[in-house]
């Protein structure tokens, strides 16, 4: 009897640490799609706000897009507002003779929707609209593809 009993307390034990796995494995996967659901709501929020604002169409699926917004002083910051990752993205400075822009980061790095490229924009009275260039990679495709951007500096 006391035999049986150990054997049956040792079958629960498998059969609540197999429970507990699977637990543990619906709790990671529901995390995961919380997670996936958030990120396309922001995207998809973020193309609503800027459609109704008229700042720039809606991208298409997939697309790489960039906006320039000012932080504060010289800070600024290029921000990727389409729905796609920029692979090994860098921000330089596009103003001939190049001098007026200082990006914060020198190293490409992915960059996905909603996320920016820090740096630092100055002005003279020779160049009052500086203009840098972002270049990128997207998935599936290995050709670099950029963007210039002229900014407005008041």
């Known amino acids: 009897e006391a035999a049986r009993g150990s054997s049956r307390a040792g079958e629960a034990r498998e059969l609540a640490g197999t429970a507990q796995r699977n637990a543990e494995r ?3 996967q529901s995390a995961d799609a919380v997670v996936r659901a958030t990120d396309a709501g ?3 929020g973020l193309a609503v706000q800027r459609s109704r604002e008229g ?5 298409e699926l997939g ?4 906006e320039c917004h000012r932080v504060k002083g010289p800070t600024w910051v290029a921000r990727n507002v389409g729905t796609a990752l920029a692979h090994s993205a860098l921000l330089t400075d596009a103003t001939r003779p190049p001098k007026y822009i200082r990006p914060d980061e020198v190293i490409p790095r992915d960059v996905g929707p909603g996320d920016h490229l820090q ?3 100055f002005s003279d009275a020779a160049v009052r ?3 840098i260039r ?6 599936g495709d290995n050709s670099a593809r950029t963007q210039e951007l002229t ?3 008041g």
Not at 55 to 59: C, E, L, M, R, V
Not at 63 to 66: F, G, I, L, P, S
Request: proline content about 7%; aromatic content about 14%.
């Open 26 to 28: 619906a709790l990671t």
């Open 42 to 44: 922001k995207i998809a």
């Open 55 to 59: 700042a720039f169409a809606i991208p």
């Open 63 to 66: 697309e790489v897009r960039w």
């Open 119 to 121: 740096f630092r924009a």
């Open 129 to 131: 609209s500086p203009r």
């Open 134 to 139: 972002v270049a990128w990679r997207e998935d």
């Open 151 to 153: 900014l407005i500096i």
